[in-house]
Each structure stands twice: as structure tokens, then as C-alpha cells.
């Protein structure tokens, strides 16, 4: 089944630590993108990628860095400089602009609790 | 820079009743994309509906309809015979058109609650 798969679903990180969350898809998507969510804050864009080795900054890019060397794969680490790194993260696809039709497929999530 | 506006933190609406969301969006582009997604407790965001803006007529998505307004900048969505299962988070979101280079850079509104009653 094509789709996109996050992991682990819930993640417990130690202060001061860096913490990398996968996000793998098999839809052939170009663009892939992270967003965080919290309550009453919508979904925020950290960073987002049109193509391989190609990646920019969303809205709230301090504290998180990415890759993306591969098609398929797009992972965030959550950097000690990230100050409130608990929040619930969604790795997201599309096609690209132009290509088909622009609506982004979602994961299931990563739930971070720093502790 | 565009927003996106949902002014109804939650709702509620008894079962097989209709009920409608309202968005509204601030920007300056013409082209553009409107969407409607649903997060239930699972938390997986779905899909419900979208809206091209240069389209004139209103999607609908069997019991899912919106009602695109350009001039207003409002987009909402109505929900008929409301299930159980429609029970969740509904977020707003729109995307310009971007031209060369440009990406597909979703943004949200901050959702609204919606709880179906037996």
C-alpha cells in the first residue's frame, strides 16, 4: 500500500539531547514537509523540500535541521537548541506544483515528550 | 503573507443534522487552493474537500459541501447528515499557486473542534 510512514509514534527524549524522527513515503511524491502541532495553534511549517538535496526553512525552523538525500525520505532531528520541543510532529507529501493535484498526504504522527 | 482564520474553537450538532464551519483567509494572490481537512482522535489528517479558486462552482464530496466565497474570502464547509464519525478536529488550510520555483506551502487555520451528539 502506497503511503507514509512516520516512526516511532511516541518518542521520549532526555533535555540536551538531539532526536532524529523518521518519515519514509512510497507515493513517488517530489515535495515532502514537516509540520509541528499544538493545542490551539493549528499546524506550523518547519521545513519543507521540493526535490532531493534540497530542503528550505518554514516558519519555525530554529531548533530543527533536516536532509533529505533521498526521494523517499525526509527526516528531522529536534536539536537541544529547540526550547519547547514537546509537541506532536506530521511529516507530509504531495506531488509537485504543476504535476497533479496539490493536496499534501499526511503520516500518522510522532508524538515528542521531552522529559 | 496569507492567514488562514477559523473563529469557531468547537461545535457541536446532533446526529443526521447539518451543520457548517466556517473559515475565512486573508491574501493577496488570485490563484490559489482551498482545502478542508479532518484529524479525528487518531490523530491521521484527511483529506475532506478542496477548492480551486478559479473554479466558480462549489465542491461537493457526497455528505461534504463548501461555500466558496472569492470576494468575502470565506470558505466553509457544511456537513449534512452528520455521522458519529465525523466527530474531530477540522482545519482549514490554503495554498497560493506558486509560479517557477515556488512550492506547495500548506497553511493551516487553528481548527475547530466538532463533536457529533447521538
Known sequence: ?115 | AQTVTQSQPEMSVQEAETVTLSCTYDTSENNYYLFWYKQPPSRQMILVIRQEAYKQQNATENRFSVNFQKAAKSFSLKISDSQLGDTAMYFCAFMKLPYGGATNKLIFGTGTLLAVQP
Open chain 1, 1 to 115: 500500500d502506497g503511503g507514509i510512514t512516520q516512526s516511532p509514534k511516541y518518542l521520549f527524549r532526555k533535555e540536551g539531547q538531539n532526536v532524529t524522527l523518521s518519515c519514509e513515503q512510497n507515493l513517488n511524491h517530489d515535495a515532502m514537509y514537516w509540520y509541528r502541532q499544538d493545542p490551539g495553534q493549528g499546524l506550523r511549517l518547519i521545513y519543507y523540500s521540493q526535490i532531493v538535496n534540497d530542503f528550505q526553512k518554514g516558519d519555525i525552523a530554529e531548533g530543527y535541521s533536516v536532509s533529505r538525500e533521498k526521494k523517499e525520505s525526509f527526516p528531522l532531528t529536534v536539536t537541544s537548541a529547540q526550547k519547547n520541543p514537546t509537541a506532536f510532529y506530521l511529516c507530509a507529501s504531495s506531488l509537485r506544483t504543476g504535476l497533479g493535484p496539490a493536496e499534501a498526504f499526511f503520516g500518522q504522527g510522532t508524538r515528542l515528550t521531552v522529559v
